[in-house]
């Protein structure tokens, strides 16, 4: 047997399995509940300038990017272990998904 | 005291049936019972012909792993009690060919376990004069519950991969191949990868976790599969990036 190459697909699932499970929910508390609610003043122009920044624009983009894989990779493994196998269209509908989140989060970040 | 629990056994004679069929016992319902109690009555009392694996009765032999209720557990460390005032069904475990009644088929998991080379490998081994092989308590303490395993086999039937893909090496061999890797006395790392760092090996694993539930013995497979990942990518990147590493 030979060893595998799925450390490349697997490690940038395992981050954004750390990413999705103690950065987002932070960061949807922030910016989704406590910015609009007003309990955290935090600015729209500090924002954009973190998004300006070449910095927080990696920031940003892992934190889209690696999650978007690890729920693309995650779903296809669901449809598997319910028996609906790991088939092309299966496989087109997840990472595809993914890569299209990771193209506009891309964009929108280069954009800005 | 005349209280009975109904049992129903998976019967299965490969020269006479043509497929499984469940065949019902009344028996004596005792508190201190497990369900191995039950079958050893109905082979002594009520049906010798019943088949079914055991040995010690107190969870250390792993003999007697059966699906109750759909459930894998050892015949010996599931009471009575806790199925009385219904019917307690009784079959081989999943994912694994009958041999006969509750008896499996377990090459495939032997062809497995050895492959996986479950024994201090070293490359140059010490001389007798030069002492012992001195381990400390925290080195002692990175494998132990790894090497709790029993071969039961309950984790390959509660494994939903191992039950798609029986091409999977699963939970015991890597939880075993894991507890070697882990000795600080054994240089057998890159020789296992060639199994446990295949497709076949830990990437098939999706990480359920049903195998760790299920472990009769409290050996987490699901998390030495895990760290096996991690090491198994940190070691291919490494063989990627540095000059001589791909072999």
Redesign the interface.
């Known amino acids: ?8 697909l ?2 940038p699932f ?1 981050s954004g399995g750390l990413v999705a499970a103690f950065i987002l929910p932070v960061l949807i508390l922030i910016t989704g509940l406590l910015v609009p609610l007003g309990v955290v003043h935090l600015p729209y122009e500090r924002m954009f300038a973190f998004a300006h920044n070449p910095l927080g624009k990696l920031v940003l983009f892992g934190v889209v990017a690696l999650p978007a894989w690890h729920a693309a990779h995650r779903l296809r ?1 669901t449809a ?2 319910l ?1 609906l196998g790991g088939g092309l269209a299966v496989r087109l509908i997840c990472y595809g998904a993914a890569w299209l989140m990771i193209a506009i989060s891309a964009a929108a970040l280069l954009v800005i | 005291m005349n209280e009975t629990i109904a049992l129903e056994v998976l019967r299965y004679n490969p020269d006479t049936d043509r497929e499984p069929h469940f065949q019902r016992y009344a028996v004596p319902y005792r508190d201190e019972w497990v369900v191995l109690d039950a079958l050893t009555h109905i082979k002594d009392q009520l049906d010798a012909t019943l088949c079914f694996r055991w040995s010690c009765h107190m969870a250390v032999c792993g003999s007697c792993g059966v699906m109750i209720n759909g459930e894998p557990k050892l015949g010996c460390h599931a009471f009575l009690r806790d199925y009385r005032n219904g019917v307690v069904r009784v079959e081989p475990l999943d994912h694994f060919p009958i041999e006969r009644d509750l008896v499996i088929v377990m090459d495939d998991f032997m062809a497995k376990l050895s492959s996986v080379e479950p024994y201090l490998l070293v490359d140059a081994a010490k001389p007798l004069g030069e002492g012992e092989h001195l381990q400390t308590p925290a080195e002692l303490n990175l494998f132990k519950q790894y090497a709790q395993c029993i071969n039961c086999l309950l984790c390959y039937a509660a494994c939903p991969q191992y039950g798609l893909n029986e091409g999977f090496v699963g939970p015991a061999a890597l939880a075993l191949a894991h507890r070697y890797n882990l000795d600080s006395r054994d240089t057998g790392k890159d020789r296992r990868a060639e199994v446990v760092a295949s497709n076949e090996g830990v990437w098939e694993c999706s990480f359920v976790g049903a195998c760790s539930a299920v472990c009769p013995k409290g050996v987490d497979p699901a998390a030495a599969i895990q760290q096996t990942k991690v090491s198994a990518s940190l070691d291919w990147f490494k063989a990627f990036l540095l000059p001589g590493g791909r072999k």
């Open positions: 047997m030979a060893k595998s190459n799925k450390p490349l697997w490690l395992a493994m598997h272990d028996g």
